[in-house]
């Protein structure tokens, strides 16, 4: 079946320090792939997406792009701010298995001014 | 405002009785989903609808039931067969299972 497997946190960074969180995945099909965040006490929020292989998405200085050769979908930031600090997920929608979207554990993160 | 709603923000219940999740959403959305959320971890599907009157079973539905009666509504019922109901849980919702998910705010249910 259908997998994603996250960077085990948490990460703690300082501010202006630049983040990576590296997600893998494992589909049957051609998935899209997304990242959403996760603010204390709130539901989860699209931080962006990718929907074919080579695809780069991108939002509030995040970046991640779709490496079909590598099955990954990392996140990245080139400078994060305390209000960066969340929890982080990447999730796969496989086409192949309508209606199911596979998520990782979460990576938390925590930027220290 | 477009969006989905969750009520209450906090539940709390005793053992053995049932209790139902609110989720509404005006977003027009044909897909709905609802999920749990349990410390540390990711999300786990509990149910999922396409469309009015339909729904599947997602990897943890025994213990939980629901309904698709209207399209902006998918209540949750977290039964007393539910083993350990003490969690997060969030309504989703999508135009289509091709597209990205909208979250509502969640509903923390304890059971006491």
């Known amino acids: 079946g259908d997998s994603v497997t996250q960077m085990e946190g948490p990460v703690t960074l300082s501010e202006e320090a630049f983040l990576t969180i590296n997600c893998t995945y494992t589909a049957t099909g051609y998935p899209s792939l997304f990242w959403y965040v996760q603010y204390p006490g709130e539901g989860l929020q699209l931080l962006l997406k990718?929907?074919?292989?080579?695809d780069k998405g991108s939002n509030k200085g995040f970046e991640a792009t779709y490496r079909k050769e590598t099955t990954s979908f990392h996140l990245e930031k080139g400078s994060v701010q305390v209000s960066d600090s969340a929890v982080y997920f990447c999730a796969l929608m496989d086409n192949t298995n309508a209606g199911k979207s596979t998520f990782g554990d979460g990576t938390t993160l925590t930027v220290k001014p | 405002d477009g969006g989905i709603t969750q009520s209450p923000k906090y539940l709390f219940r005793k053992e053995g009785q049932n209790v139902t999740l609110s989720c509404e959403q005006n977003?027009?959305?044909?897909?709905m989903y609802w999920y749990r959320q349990d410390p540390g971890q990711g999300l786990r599907l509990i149910y999922y609808?396409?469309?009015?009157?339909?729904?599947q079973k997602g990897d943890i539905a025994e213990g939980y039931s629901v309904s698709r009666e209207k399209k902006e509504s998918f209540p949750l019922t977290v039964t007393s067969a539910q083993k350990n109901p003490t969690a997060f849980y969030l309504c989703?919702?999508?135009?289509?299972?091709?597209?990205?998910?909208?979250f509502g705010p969640g509903t923390r249910l304890t059971v006491l």
């Open positions: 989703a919702s999508s135009i289509g299972f091709e597209n990205e998910q909208f």
């Open positions: 609808s396409q469309i009015v009157n339909d729904f």
């Open positions: 990718a929907t074919k292989a080579d």
């Open positions: 977003l027009n959305h044909d897909a």
